[in-house]
């Protein structure tokens, strides 16, 4: 790992009231599918969640959003860390951390796109934890917005910023998924997870910018002899 840029973090991610409850009420039933309840909660956390950001990073032009240098994808990370550390402390759930191996992963997994946006690229997961020493399992968040030309470090933090609380706050098409992850809830017990980020142009109809999501729960990490 490098060394990331100190700097103060002005912003935050605040639950609605009982928006924890009802999530794990909904996932403890098995429930599937809408649940008025949680997208109530969630349309007041989308309210209560908006993004300051750092004037100073306005300042940082990155030349390609796809390929950001390893300083600035660690400090993206870091980013993130420092949004989710305190959540998951006040729920008593698992911490998380930056990786080399997390970052790697992200940036592979952003580079084997399939050819939609509405689902995951799951075999694509599988194939990179296969070659990176990780369980071959799938544990990722994305989200997508329309491409520009230029992004700043402000515009890139905005979008992790963005990602974490869409999947958070609106994700009924996933059975909330993405939230019981983001939060540390879902059932997978396995101690502190690695997170990383990265991005990718996606054409469709226009030109989408995706952002990717992975975590590694430290007990996926393989050992040498298992690879």
């Known amino acids: 790992m490098g060394t990331a840029r100190l700097q103060e973090i002005l912003d935050k991610i605040v639950l609605p009231e009982v928006y924890y409850e009802k999530l794990l009420e909904y996932a403890k039933e098995r429930k599937s599918g ?12 989308l309210l209560l969640n908006i993004y300051k950001g750092n004037e100073e990073d306005r300042n940082i032009i990155l030349p390609n959003i796809e390929n950001v240098d390893k300083d600035i994808s660690e400090e993206l990370a870091q980013y993130a860390a420092s949004l989710l550390n305190p959540l998951r402390k006040e729920l008593g759930t698992v911490a998380v951390e930056v990786s080399d191996l997390a970052l790697d992963y992200a940036v592979r997994l952003a580079q084997s796109l399939n050819s939609t946006l509405r689902y995951h690229n799951y075999d694509s997961l599988i194939a990179i934890g296969k070659t990176t020493g990780v369980e071959p ?9 329309e491409y520009r030309e230029q992004y700043s470090l402000y515009d890139a933090k905005k979008l992790i910023y963005r990602v974490l609380i869409w999947r ?50 430290k007990d996926w990490i393989l050992e040498k002899g298992q690879i």
Not at 139 to 144: E, G, H, I, L, R
């Open 34 to 45: 809408f649940d008025a309840e949680l997208e109530r909660l969630g349309e007041q956390g």
């Open 137 to 145: 399992k799938g544990k990722d968040c994305q989200s997508f917005s």
């Open 168 to 217: 958070l706050f609106d994700d009924s098409h996933a059975d909330y998924g993405h939230a019981l992850t983001i939060l540390g809830l879902d059932e997978d017990e396995s101690g502190i997870e690695q997170i990383g980020f990265a991005f990718s142009k996606f054409t469709l109809d226009i030109d989408w910018l995706l952002t990717h999501m992975i975590f590694i729960p």
